[in-house]
């Protein structure tokens, strides 16, 4: 199917509902229509038909002017978190990673050009700026993310390095030569490791969660720099990483057998 048949296959009013939802994502807990609308670059009016529709089916409530999400739109996110998913598997391996090492685990999963936390377990000191699950990051700018670039095509890592990155900290990597010869190392060492690139005093470690030859998530820990140093991530925290990434997807891929079948053999 080629792109044109894709965007004719397309149904506008649906992208433009689900652009609504987003928009309450990483914002204040309720926002007006003129926010919603600005956010999502919609007319008001399409705005407020979009909202008064979610209403209708329980998804958003309106207080004074306000709207806010329900807990309803839980339901949307409960296929995701099956106990066949992802983070259920991972759940108790991740915190024998936090009991291990005392710091904080987290898995993320790539969409582009960010990294969306699905999992994570914290250790019990908070750590500054912590993430929570659904908060997208950056994938440039952290371990997590880089090393699920590094497993993209090439054809898709080039579209990628096409973008314009932004610099979070005097550390980030920006530049398209300096970032694609990241990536390669970090196909070369099989992790990364991010010092103070995303937020100054934060560090993690990062490895690929590896099913049937792709990365599906990566697995990371995250540290400061008052509690921990880059080689401490590296000869402590990485070999623990890879050998929980490796307990995750054997038993990721044996509780979805019907997505990892073995292709029955030629002849």
Known sequence: MTQE???????QSVERAVAVLRAFGGHDATSSVSELAARVQLPRPVVRRILLTFEHIGYVRNQNGRWALTARILELGAGYFAASSLPEIAQPIMAEIVAQTGETCSIGELDLPDVIHVARVEERRPLPDAVRVGTRLPAHATAVGRVLLADLPEAELDAYLERPREAYTPLTIVETDALRERLRQVRV???DVSIEELH????????PIVVAGRAVAGLTVSSTTLRSREAALREEIVPALRDAAGRIADAYRAANPGAYRTPPAAG
Do not use: F
């Open 200 to 207: 100054p005093g934060m560090i993690a470690a990062a490895v």
């Open 189 to 191: 060492d099989g992790y």
């Open 5 to 11: 048949d894709r965007s004719r296959d397309r149904i």
